[in-house]
C-alpha cells in the first residue's frame, strides 16, 4: 500500500459526458502527479501539482482539467469524453517536489467510455 | 528525455537471479537512472535510483556502466511477486517520469 488513495476504482461513462477522477495523497506530500495510462500510448505524464498550484505540465489535453485543494488532494476533470480516453488514470504523489524524489502512485481509476 | 532501450522480455526461474538491462546512450551528465516497476493491476511502483555509483536497497542493485550508457538492475532472488513490467527512466531536472515500454518479466515457479 503506497498510501496514494484513489476513487473511483472504476467509472462507466458515455461519450460527451463528463468526470471527476479524485486523489488523495501520501500524507505530509505536497506534490500530485496525474498519468494516463492506455494501451497504445503507455504510461503518459499529464500534469503535477505543487502545494495548489500547477507545477508541470505534459500532454494534457485541452478537454482536461486539474486542481490541487488547500487539504491537498487533487481532482482530475475530464470532459466531452471521447471513446479514446479510455484509459486507467494513475495519481502520485512525492514529498515536495524535488526532481529525483520518489514518486509514490496510486491504485488507479479505470475509465471506460461507451 | 533520454531515450531507452529494453529488451521486450525476460523470464527468470524462481530463487536466480535476474539481471535486467538498459541502454540510455543519449543519457545527459545530470540524468539519474530510476527504476520503476509495474505488478499486475497496480500502479507502478518505485525500485531504486542513482547517478554514477553502483546502489543497493533491499529490493535490488542497479549497476550503472562507467560511461553511464547503460545500466543494469539486478534482483539477487526472484521471487513470483517480482513478475512486474520493469521501467528503466533516466530523468534530469524535471519533475516528470516519462515511461518507456520497458520489460516483462515472468519468474517461474
Known amino acids: 500500500d503506497s498510501g496514494v488513495t484513489q476513487t473511483p476504482k472504476h467509472l462507466i461513462t458515455a461519450t460527451g459526458q463528463r468526470v471527476t477522477l479524485r486523489c488523495s495523497p501520501r500524507?505530509?506530500?505536497?506534490?500530485v502527479y496525474w498519468y494516463q495510462q492506455s494501451l497504445d500510448q503507455g504510461l503518459q505524464f499529464l500534469i503535477q501539482?505543487?502545494?495548489?498550484?500547477?507545477?508541470a505540465k505534459g500532454n494534457i489535453l485541452e478537454r482536461f482539467s486539474a486542481q490541487q485543494f488547500p487539504d491537498l488532494h487533487s481532482e482530475l476533470n475530464l470532459s466531452s469524453l471521447e471513446l479514446g480516453d479510455s484509459a486507467l488514470y494513475f495519481c502520485?504523489?512525492?514529498?515536495?517536489?524535488?526532481?529525483?524524489?520518489?514518486?509514490?502512485f496510486g491504485p488507479g481509476t479505470r475509465l471506460l467510455v461507451l | 528525455d533520454a531515450k531507452t532501450t529494453q529488451p521486450n522480455s525476460m523470464e527468470s526461474n524462481e530463487e536466480e537471479p535476474v539481471h535486467l538491462p538498459c541502454n540510455h546512450s543519449?543519457?545527459?551528465?545530470?540524468?539519474?537512472i530510476h527504476w520503476y516497476r509495474q505488478l499486475p493491476s497496480q500502479g507502478p511502483e518505485y525500485v531504486i535510483h542513482?547517478?554514477?555509483s553502483n546502489v543497493n536497497n533491499r529490493m535490488a542493485s542497479l549497476a550503472i556502466a562507467e560511461d553511464r550508457k547503460s545500466s543494469t538492475l539486478i534482483l539477487h532472488r526472484a521471487t513470483l511477486r517480482d513478475a512486474a513490467v520493469y521501467y528503466c527512466?533516466?530523468?534530469?531536472?524535471?519533475?516528470?517520469?516519462?515511461f518507456g515500454k520497458g520489460t516483462l518479466l515472468t519468474v517461474n515457479p
Open positions: 502520485a504523489s512525492s514529498a515536495g517536489g524535488q526532481f529525483q524524489e520518489t514518486q509514490y
Open positions: 500524507s505530509g506530500d505536497l506534490s
Open positions: 501539482y505543487y502545494n495548489g498550484e500547477e507545477r
Open positions: 543519449t543519457i545527459s551528465g545530470t540524468d539519474y
Open positions: 542513482g547517478l554514477t
Open positions: 527512466i533516466p530523468k534530469g531536472s524535471n519533475y516528470k517520469l516519462t
